[in-house]
């Protein structure tokens, strides 16, 4: 007889849910180390559950980056059989081992129903900072582009150098090709991608890592259902050790060793969105660091010096909205004369004006114009942030324009007591 599955959370699941949801949040923003021995373990048993027995050693990078590099120096992919793209290689069989294995056992107890319920509420809570792990990961891989170490922090080279130090037992010139003598694979230097076919490698290589912090979503949507799920479903406690493993920032297994990335020592948030308005959002021991307004990864003049020639310039949209945002919406407007064609009382937001500008078509590469409007709602501080929305370039008044905003009339948006 088939048991009848599970199709809603009781009292102490809900409550427990929350809880475990802000604990998680906590846990995945910290910058403090985690327990390292713990993770050793759960990584090495995730190994051998994917296959990968026999000698192993971990070695710990400072950044992604760090990672990156390292492992484009040091691994031949022609030679060690777990440098495989996608799904058959060892992070792929890793993730695969567990974290389709455990939907099929949850598929088991739970209806669909509260499993995609409670996976939405655990995305939805964690989900906007670590969704911007696939930006991190992006920043890696524009950087392997570059190819040469040069243009990275000196403690990027550093730690890519001492890896393959560590494997080589002395300092290895670019050219020369290596054998490492290390036990089960072969190793070999190499110049750092010095051709568009290399880049490219070099670029998909590093997509096979396992996400670690930034796949924090996911590991506190499992651990939720395997610690507070009903007696009987103790099979799926096994997937903490995934979990545990994932405690690092990003970390790349291979068949004899594992290269793990330090968590960052900066990890600044807004809104459970990466930001920081007047430095790095995320920053690692090596010096490597990364730029967020709001979510958005951004250079970063974006943050420390905003000005009207270098927007202008930009030729990424969403870039040039941050940095205007960062300057100030006022200051930009001022600074870079724009035509001011109407000014209005807002009739949704007492108090507060509306103005409406002319943009050069040289500035946003199409004709707009572009609608200064304050926020209805105050901001944590109980200051009301000043927006700007582009707006057609046919729109005549400012009050046009904010009715267009809400898909309104004009008429009916002046009607309006006050709009949020």
């Known amino acids: 007889m088939v048991a009848e599955l599970i199709g809603e959370l009781d009292g102490g699941q809900e409550q427990a849910l929350r809880s475990h949801m802000r604990g998680w949040l906590q846990r995945a923003l910290s910058t403090a180390a985690p327990d390292w021995n713990a993770v050793e373990t759960a990584i090495a048993n995730c190994t051998s559950r994917a296959g990968a027995g026999g000698w192993r050693e971990v070695v710990y990078v400072p950044s992604p980056l760090s990672l990156a590099r390292a492992m484009c120096l040091l691994v031949d992919p022609s030679v060690d059989p777990s440098s495989v793209g996608g799904r058959d290689s060892l992070a792929g069989r890793i993730r695969r081992d567990y974290q389709e294995q455990f939907e099929r056992e949850l598929a088991r107890v739970y209806d669909r129903q509260v499993r995609e319920r409670v996976r939405a509420e655990v995305f939805a809570a ?102 507070y799920g009903p007696a009987g479903i ?107 064609v109407d000014t209005s009382d807002d009739p949704g937001n007492p108090g507060c004006q509306l103005l409406l500008y002319d943009v050069p078509e040289h500035v946003w590469g199409e004709p707009v114009r572009v609608l200064l409007a304050t926020n209805g709602s105050p901001e944590r501080d109980g200051t009301r942030r000043r927006y700007a929305l582009p707006v057609p370039a046919d729109m005549d008044t400012a009050l046009h324009a904010a009715a267009w905003t809400y898909g309104l009339t004009s008429d009916r948006y002046a009607a309006l007591v006050r709009r949020t």
């Open 234 to 340: 103790s099979r799926l406690a096994w997937v903490e050790e995934f979990c545990t493993a994932q405690s690092a920032d990003f970390w790349l297994p291979y068949h004899d060793f594992t290269l793990i990335s330090q968590r960052p020592v900066v990890l600044g948030t807004d809104n459970d969105q990466l930001h920081c308005a007047d430095g790095p959002a995320v920053a690692w021991p090596d010096g490597w660091e990364l730029y967020f307004w709001h979510g958005t990864r951004v250079p970063g003049w974006v943050i420390h010096a905003p000005t009207v020639k270098a927007i202008n310039v930009e030729p990424n949209v969403e870039i040039r909205r941050c940095a205007i945002e960062s300057m100030g919406w006022e200051t930009y407007l001022d600074q870079a004369r724009l035509s001011l």
């Open 126 to 227: 964690l989900g906007a900072p670590f969704r911007d792990g696939e930006q991190v990961a992006d920043a890696v891989a524009e950087a392997l582009s570059g190819g040469p170490l040069s243009g990275d922090p000196d403690g990027v080279q550093q730690a890519a150098w001492s890896v393959v130090q560590h494997f080589a037992y002395q300092p290895m010139p670019w050219e020369q090709e290596v054998d490492y003598g290390v036990p089960t694979s072969r190793y070999r230097t190499r110049l750092p991608l010095p051709n568009g076919r290399q880049r490219d490698a070099g670029r998909q290589e590093w997509r096979w890592w396992l996400g670690g912090l930034w796949e924090a979503a996911w590991s506190a949507y499992a651990t939720f259902f395997a610690g």
